[in-house]
């Protein structure tokens, strides 16, 4: 067995001596691990720093084995995202949650999205905007996506303020002002175009905890697990950002 894709590399971890595991979310095989032998070596370990894009070869006996990745490195960019904390900790978040799909099964989306996430890691508010993006095509991917675009009571698209913490439907002003108390709040930029920014740190809080109560009440807590420690890292450090540049 034998393929041949293109992918951004999420983890590694020490096998034996000299090798590694390799975990990467690749374009048309979607999350793919496999042994790279020698990858503990001075001249293969660059290549496969977190962030890092790569051509990878995949071989095994059979498919359901973890089989073998002959890795190239088409873009370096593992040591600019550790210059900075949204960088380090953004990619480790982004790999603690992409670890919960299902092993080689295409999300040709969520590809897309992780190379532009990794473009913008130093940047704290687009850094932010694209992260919850992407958390908001991993929630869809796993067939949970969110409808932000209308008002589960009104139908309105306009004035739409709160979102179900049951539904994942928007809900407008006027039609959510008795429940409050009960509603997540749905900060502006997620309404806008992709290329609106958060407005200041509590539109930044507003949104990641919109979609974390939505990972964890749908995909992380029916599995026994938790949010990544690295996502609340890294929501610090562009709240840290948007801090400083105000």
């Known amino acids: ?15 034996g001596e000299t090798s590694v595991i390799l975990d990467i979310i690749s374009k048309e095989h979607g999350r793919a691990s496999g042994l790279v032998k020698g990858g503990r070596s001075r001249r293969m370990r660059p290549s496969l720093q ?5 051509e990878v070869t995949w071989r095994a006996r059979l498919d359901d084995q973890l089989g073998n990745f002959a890795v190239e490195l088409s873009r370096a960019r593992a040591g600019h ?8 900790f953004g990619i480790q978040a982004i790999a603690g949650l992409l670890r919960h799909l299902p092993d080689r099964d295409p999300h040709p989306r969520l590809y897309e999205t992780v ?8 940047e704290p508010a687009a850094a932010a905007a694209v992260m919850v993006r992407f958390e908001l095509a991993f929630l869809e991917e796993m067939g949970f996506g969110l409808n932000l675009s209308s008002c589960a009571a009104t139908g309105l698209t306009e004035g ?3 979102v179900s913490p049951r539904s994942g439907r928007a809900v407008s002003r006027e039609a959510g002002e008795p429940y409050a108390d009960k509603l997540l709040p749905l900060p502006g930029f997620l309404t806008a175009p992709e290329d609106r920014l958060p407005s200041g740190v509590g539109d930044l809080r507003a949104a990641f905890d919109l979609t974390g109560h939505f990972l964890d009440a749908c995909i992380l807590g029916p599995a026994d697990r938790v949010l990544p420690a690295a996502r609340e890292h890294f929501v610090s450090a562009v709240a840290r950002g948007l801090g400083a540049n105000r």
């Open 1 to 15: 067995m034998e393929w041949r894709d293109e992918g951004i590399v999420l983890s590694t971890r020490p096998f």
């Open 50 to 54: 977190p962030g890092n894009s790569v």
């Open 81 to 88: 995202l550790m210059e900075t904390a949204t960088g380090t």
């Open 115 to 122: 190379g532009l996430v990794v473009e913008h890691l130093d």
């Open 160 to 162: 739409l303020v709160w």
